[in-house]
């Protein structure tokens, strides 16, 4: 995630910028075409695979435990939980930058965004254990009142 933010920033930056050179714009190009499309999709592979004799072995336990470490093992969907949670925050990120002139949109990308993740964890609680789940469930619930409240005190409302 911080390899799209840097590269963001880096090629949003003025052409008077001292750093702005063809080498800068190029590493910042290739970082955020990795950190947005090619580590995502590495990502997906390496849980949605069926490789469950792959997994027994402790080499690859050791390397990518961390990606499935609380996730339901045998749900594929429950699986792409950390996938869900990256891409959203990536969509923050564009969403940021992308629509700065625009934060009607940027409420609504954000709102909806909280609203997927809460479906995603009602239906399928991805997590291992129900104390979990209800945890994620409630911390996603949180972050989508507070979203609501930045509408409410916000620009959007007339004094």
């Given at each position: 995630?911080?390899?799209?933010?840097?590269?963001?920033?880096?090629?949003?930056?003025?052409?008077?910028?001292?750093?702005?050179?063809?080498?800068?714009?190029?590493?910042?190009?290739?970082?955020?075409?990795?950190?947005?499309?090619?580590?995502?999709?590495?990502?997906?592979?390496?849980?949605?695979?069926?490789?469950?004799?792959?997994?027994?072995?402790?080499?690859?336990?050791?390397?990518?435990?961390?990606?499935?470490?609380?996730?339901k093992?045998?749900?594929?969907?429950?699986?792409?939980?950390?996938?869900?949670?990256?891409v959203?925050?990536?969509?923050?990120?564009?969403?940021?930058?992308?629509?700065?002139?625009?934060?009607?949109?940027?409420?609504?990308?954000?709102?909806?965004?909280?609203?997927?993740?809460?479906?995603?964890?009602?239906?399928?609680?991805?997590?291992?254990?129900?104390?979990?789940?209800?945890?994620?469930i409630y911390n996603?619930?949180?972050?989508?009142?507070?979203?609501?409240?930045?509408?409410?005190?916000?620009?959007?409302v007339?004094?």
């Amino acid at each position: 995630m911080e390899y799209l933010i840097a590269s963001r920033l880096v090629l949003e930056m003025p052409e008077t910028s001292v750093d702005n050179n063809e080498l800068t714009m190029g590493v910042a190009s290739v970082s955020m075409i990795a950190s947005a499309f090619i580590l995502p999709l590495i990502y997906c592979w390496i849980i949605t695979k069926n490789n469950f004799e792959l997994r027994k072995r402790k080499t690859f336990r050791r390397k990518w435990y961390l990606l499935y470490e609380d996730i339901k093992p045998k749900s594929k969907i429950a699986l792409l939980f950390n996938v869900f949670f990256v891409v959203r925050r990536m969509i923050y990120v564009e969403t940021a930058f992308s629509l700065n002139d625009h934060p009607c949109q940027q409420f609504q990308i954000l709102m909806l965004m909280n609203l997927i993740m809460q479906v995603f964890l009602g239906n399928f609680r991805p997590l291992i254990t129900r104390k979990m789940n209800k945890m994620e469930i409630y911390n996603d619930l949180i972050v989508y009142i507070v979203t609501f409240h930045f509408f409410l005190f916000t620009d959007f409302v007339p004094d």
